[in-house]
């Protein structure tokens, strides 16, 4: 009797029941704290938590539904990281998400470039974690989710998450706008090949990617109603190593020549990661970018 009492014992503790499709208390409008604090305050805020190093956090009583990496390109936003950080870990977490935080930095000296860095999270963080998560969320790390019924989970289509941002007047940058934030199933990634990896500055490679999405049959596009996708963007100057890319509009034009070399079959040889760090609060992908990818 002894004995069959601890294999149910066993089977209790180690097979976690799904977590519910009903999560309560979710807020429609979350209170946002822009107050950057300390990195020693952050760490101490969280380590009750349950975050494991590398910033990986799963609810504790039941497996969660949905396994999604955060993938950030990143230069040089301390501040923005730290209040992402403060806010984002608890909305996920009320979310009930089983996920990780990936920071990927661009090295001083070469020209930012959003697209190519997350196109490294992708590969890279797969590389650390297998097939741990199905999901994708390509996230700024300047906007902050406002409702906590913008589910951060993966869709039949492409997911637009970021449809409505404090710093726009009616929400939406414009019609075909599909950066800031986005879900994609591993398979949704591949299949439009990531984002454009030739995009040097600010500008274009969003445009580029919603082309690649809106004409390829097998992904298809969505976005969240306005209500749900709200953002709060932290304020910021345009930073030094991010000019107006001149050439964005030319590069769009020949997008559709491009595409299939362009993006995660061409990315190999354009870049060489020179430091992982697993923190407290996230994993840090240091990168070091070919300036002609
Ligand atoms: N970023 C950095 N460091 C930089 C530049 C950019 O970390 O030096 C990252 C950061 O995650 C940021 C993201 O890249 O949130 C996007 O860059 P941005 O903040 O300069 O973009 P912006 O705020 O986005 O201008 C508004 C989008 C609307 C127009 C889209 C045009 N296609």
Redesign the pocket.
Known sequence: INVNMDKLLYKKIAILENCSDVIYGLARRRMINLIPPTWAELEANFSKTGIQLGGRWKPKNCTSRIHVAII??????DS?LRVFLNNMHPFFQKQELDYRIYIV??KAGTI?N?GL?LNIGFVESAKIDGDAYDCFAL?????IAENEWNIYNCSEKVKHMAAN?S??KSGL??EK?S??VAMFTKWQYTSVNGYPNTYFG??????DLYERITNNNNAGFSRVPLDIGRYT?IK?E?????PVNPG?VRQLQSSYKRRKVDGLSGLNGTYTVLKIDEFLLYTRIYVDVDPIA
């Open positions: 950030i390109p990143f230069r040089d936003r923005h930095e661009q930012f959003r860095l996230h700024d790390v300047d906007l941002i710093k726009f940058a414009y706008y950066g800031g600010w500008g274009g490679e969003d445009d963007m910021h345009r930073d030094s190593g991010n964005r």
